[in-house]
T-cell receptor
Framework: GAVVSQHPSRVICKSGTSVKIECRSLDFQATTMFWYRQFPKKSLMLMATSNEGSKATYEQGVEKDKFLINHASLTLSTLTVTSAHPEDSSFYIC??????????FGQGTRLTVV | AQSVTQLGSHVSVSEGALVLLRCNYSSSVPPYLFWYVQYPNQGLQLLLKYTTGATLVKGINGFEAEFKKSETSFHLTKPSAHMSDAAEYFCAVSDPRRLYDFGNEKLTFGTGTRLTIIP
């Protein structure tokens, strides 16, 4: 199947700083990318959907100013957690698709805010 | 709104035994249903998918699942467990009416089931 790469796989940052997570589709052009957050022993929660060249669509309850999503090209989407706090610590997963295909997932990023 | 319930956050089976992972869904319309597997430190990989047609769906690695509308279930089975099957399994549902402009489904996931294989 298609390959989606997330970077970094783990990151530790200080409270109040910002951290950027990258999601790349390595062998296909992703028209749509999804960002999920996974809490311990909980479901993957969809945070937002981004289409290349347009603003992301955020799910209800997700702070768009807190979680900045940019989908500048057909192979790259980024999620920036701004002014991170310990409660933002979580596992973040992206997925990428193109027209009428299944979603291909990245390996996830473990964010720890100290 | 749609929801997915996976009964049993942890399931242990002996190598060679039947694997049964349960998934029940709630949806106001016939949904699309999925099973994904996640190995440690890896992304989710699609095992199988039901959209329409035959209710018994065969996937990769010998897994299959049956869509039972009357029971609102989509349980995942494998006749004989292998050590390499140890992983986290997620059931997911999407609403066919809620396709994005590019035709990609928006998924709602269950909480996952960790499968352990006993040698």
């Amino acid at each position: 199947g298609a390959v989606v790469s997330q970077h970094p796989s783990r990151v530790i940052c200080k409270s109040g700083t910002s951290v950027k997570i990258e999601c790349r589709s390595l062998d296909f052009q992703a028209t749509t990318m999804f960002w999920y957050r996974q809490f311990p022993k909980k479901s993957l929660m969809l945070m937002a959907t981004s289409n290349e060249g347009s603003k992301a669509t955020y799910e209800q309850g997700v702070e768009k100013d807190k979680f900045l999503i940019n989908h500048a090209s057909l192979t790259l989407s980024t999620l920036t957690v701004t002014s991170a706090h310990p409660e933002d610590s979580s596992f973040y997963i992206c997925s990428a698709t193109w027209t009428n295909t299944e979603a291909f997932f990245g390996q996830g990023t473990r964010l720890t805010v100290v | 709104a749609q929801s997915v319930t996976q009964l049993g956050s942890h399931v242990s089976v002996s190598e060679g035994a039947l694997v049964l992972l349960r998934c029940n869904y709630s949806s106001s319309v016939p949904p699309y249903l999925f099973w994904y597997v996640q190995y440690p430190n890896q992304g989710l990989q699609l095992l199988l998918k039901y959209t329409t047609g035959a209710t018994l769906v065969k996937g990769i690695n010998g897994f299959e699942a049956e869509f039972k509308k009357s029971e609102t279930s989509f349980h995942l089975t494998k006749p004989s467990a292998h050590m390499s099957d140890a992983a986290e399994y997620f059931c997911a549902v999407s609403d066919p009416r809620r396709l994005y402009d590019f035709g990609n489904e928006k998924l709602t996931f269950g909480t996952g089931t960790r499968l352990t294989i006993i040698p």
